[in-house]
Every structure is written in C-alpha cells, then in structure tokens.
C-alpha cells in the first residue's frame, strides 16, 4: 500500500526563501510530524488513560465493572457465545464483529449469519446517538441467532477472553467513533475508539494463535482537502481535514505497523457517505427526513462561490457485499503468538457507488418520497471538517474484490424512507 504523501523533488539551485520544493518539504515535515504526534499521544493514551472511566460514553462504576468481569467468567456467557460462533454452512468461517450494534455492524453481521457464517457481536452502545436504535438493532440480530456481547474494544481482558471461547478465523473491525462534527465537542472519544481502540483489538489479535484475518473500517475522510477527483487509493492522504479523518488515517498506519511487525493480515475499507434503513441518527439523510417531516427547516450546505456540496453516496446493501468479499478474500495472518513467519496480506479498497450527487437533489428526492416541501436553509460550508465533495474510483475493488454497486440513490431513499416511517411513524415518535 502506497501513498502519494510527498512531492518529487526538482532540479536546481537551493535557496530558502524562493524554492517551492523546501516549502512542500516543510509542508510533509508538518503534516507527518503532526499525525505522528496524533499517534504517540493515542498510544499514551491506550496505555495510560484506558480505563472505563476515561471515556464519556462508558460507565465509571468500579461495582459494575466488576459484576461484568464475573458475568464474562459465567458459563452461560460461554454458552451464549459458542452457540452464535457457530458455523453452520460448509466453508463458513467465524467472525468476531466489533461495532456489531451500529448500523453497518448490524447489516454485516445479519448477512454473515444468513450465509451460515458463525458470528459474535461486541458493542460498548454508547450515548453519540440513541441508544435505544442499537438496542432495537440487537433485538433485530439477536432474533437470527446473533449474540452481541456488551463490552468496550479497550476491554483487553474482554477480548482475549473472547478468543479463548472461540478461535476466531476472522475478525471484521466496525467500532468506532464516527462523526466529523462531533470530534470538536468530544476530541478524547476520537483518540479512545479509534487510535487506542485499535490498538487494543490488534495486540490481542497478534498474540491469538491461530492469528485471524482482520478487516476493518477506515474512512473515505481519508482524502481531506484531496482535489484530485474521483479518490483513488493511490492519492495523498496526508490532509485530514478533520480530526475524525486523521484518527483513521493513523489507523492505516497502524495496520501497516502491526502487518509488517506480527505478520497480521489487514483490509482496511474506505467506505463512502453509507445510508440505508436502520441507519445513523446523525447523517444529513437521516435528520433532514426527521426533520422535515415535523415541519423544521434544514440546512443545505455551499462551497465558496456558491460552490455544490456533493457526497458518492453508497447504500448499505452494496457496502455489505464488499465487507463480505473482503472477508472472503482475506489470506491467512502469517505470525503465530505475536511472531511474524512470513510476508502477510495488506491492503486498502474503496467501497463507493461512484456517483456522486448534490445533496440539493437528496434534499428534492426525499421530498417525492415524503410527500412534503422542505424548508431549506441554505448556508455556507462551515469550517467543522467537512468538505465539500468526495467521489470514489472503485476500479480497484472491483478487479479484486469483484465489487459492483448496483442502488442508486433514489431507489435506497425509496427503501430508507418506507423503514423510517415503519420504525418512527410520520413524525410523532422522535428521531434523536
């Protein structure tokens, strides 16, 4: 996996003050010193501050800690997860799903399970948005023999716990904290999921034996303030343009590291802007249903120049069908207890729909599906992370991955909006 970080050098006389190159040079000075910074205080923080108590979304409570240790040491616990670990088709595999309660980890798992695939949950189900929609994703899972166990990524003992029940072939790496806008009110959650979270989940991965193949979630964010359209693996990645987008990208790094160290085979997927049903309270497709269905105003965003806001979005079914063929693809891990015996697996997809669409035309989509006007509120991009466009090149999942989005935006609103108006009503139960 290469990167593009750095600009080639040029030919001449070398002077301060006038060349191009040695400002570029500084700008790629900055920018790695900046996001390996990011990275050592993660690890500061992963081994320091990983404590349930250091994170605003997990419980503080030294009783409740200690009553779920126990309950991990209960037999039934083991029973519970054995029984959805396993395998019932003839080359299935087991899979460990972390963020098994969010809305992609829901959708994977679900069509692992169908497939005959063993499957375990984790999921620490966290405030970021309504709990109760993880919950009723969970009663959903738990209906087609999905079992999710409550527990945080940091939770090392939780982990190894759960590798000594089941050997698990693969793992599918879904938690995270997510959000671009939200890393300005709550930075540290970033660092805790996405950076020591990480790094949690790996060092018990490269000690298990045998070691699982590992396929997790990174970000379209990746690309930043990246002009060069549409994104392809092999662009710069070295201008998050959000702290969100730079916690994933120390996360490749990462899986670079603990690849070339422990001989760890690592995919990491870059989804695009996924929507579908039981999706995220926080998307703009999400809440400009909720709120136009109560009558409120919603914000439609510009560029400079009046400049159209675009997103590639990916519907949930397609993202589903490439986190599946990842798995399926992944070679073996190569190490065995935390030793490297050979060269391992790396590598990098996009998973996009390859269209990208003006959210100005969602906005008059959804109006059709609703039945009802928007009040558009039209603003300009604030500086909070966003950008102002993303466009997914695909051609490289498609070769290996044999990936092929086939939902277009308006036939996933289509089914997105019949779930939302069977799971709310037409606005009198409350979307938070």
């Known amino acids: ?60 409570d030294p009783s409740r800690r200690s009553l779920r240790s126990s309950f991990y040491r209960d037999a039934n616990f083991e029973k519970r997860v054995r029984a959805s670990a396993k395998i019932r088709s003839r080359n299935g595999i087991s899979v460990l799903v972390t963020g098994a309660a969010g809305f992609v980890g829901t959708h994977v798992s679900a069509a692992l399970k169908r497939r005959g695939d063993g499957v375990v ?22 209906r087609t023999g999905v ?64 070691q699982p193949s590992i396929v997790w979630a990174s970000s379209s964010s990746v690309y930043g303030l990246n002009t060069k359209v549409p994104f392809s693996e092999r662009d710069r990645t070295d201008q998050p343009a959000s702290l969100y987008a730079a916690t994933k990208k120390a996360g490749e790094e990462i899986a670079h590291t603990y690849n070339h160290i422990y001989g760890l085979s690592l995919t990491g997927l870059r989804f695009f802007t996924v929507y579908g049903p039981w999706g995220r309270p926080d998307m703009a497709y999400f809440f400009f249903t909720r709120d136009m269905l109560k009558g409120k105003s919603i914000p439609i965003f510009e560029g400079a120049n009046h400049g159209t806001v675009a997103r590639d979005f990916t519907y949930i079914d397609d993202i589903v ?40 035309d969602l906005v008059s989509i959804l109006e059709r599906l609703l039945k009802v006007k928007a009040k558009r509120l039209v603003m300009k991009l604030p500086r909070n992370g966003d950008v102002q466009f993303t466009h997914a ?39 938070q």
């Open 1 to 60: 996996m290469k990167h593009i970080d750095c600009a080639p050098s040029t030919p001449g006389k070398f002077k301060i003050e006038k060349s191009p190159y040695n400002r570029l040079r500084l700008h790629s000075y900055l920018a790695k010193l900046t996001f390996w910074s990011l990275v050592f205080l993660g690890l500061i923080y992963l081994f320091f501050y990983r404590s349930p108590s250091s994170s605003p979304h997990t419980t503080s």
């Open 121 to 142: 949950g984790l999921d620490n189900f966290n405030h970021y948005y309504d709990p109760s929609l993880k919950k009723a994703r969970q009663a959903l899972l738990e």
């Open 147 to 210: 079992y999710i166990v409550e527990g945080d990524i940091n939770d090392a003992s939780l982990l190894k716990k759960l590798f000594e029940i089941v050997p698990f072939t693969h793992v599918m790496h879904l938690a995270a904290q997510a959000g671009v806008r939200y890393a300005m009110e709550n930075p540290s959650s970033y660092v805790h999921s996405n950076i020591a979270g990480l790094v949690s989940l790996l060092e018990v991965c490269k000690e298990a034996n045998p």
């Open 321 to 360: 069908k490439g986190c599946l063929a990842a798995l399926d693809t992944a070679e073996k891990s190569t190490g065995s207890g935390g030793k490297k015996k050979g060269p391992a697996q790396l590598r990098v997809y996009n998973l996009g729909n390859t269209s990208p669409v003006p959210v100005s």
């Open 393 to 431: 090149n695909i051609s490289l999942a498609q070769r290996e991955l044999g990936y092929k989005p086939t939902t277009d935006l308006q036939t996933g609103l289509k089914k997105f909006a019949r779930w939302y108006l069977s799971y709310y009503g037409s606005g009198k139960k409350s979307a």
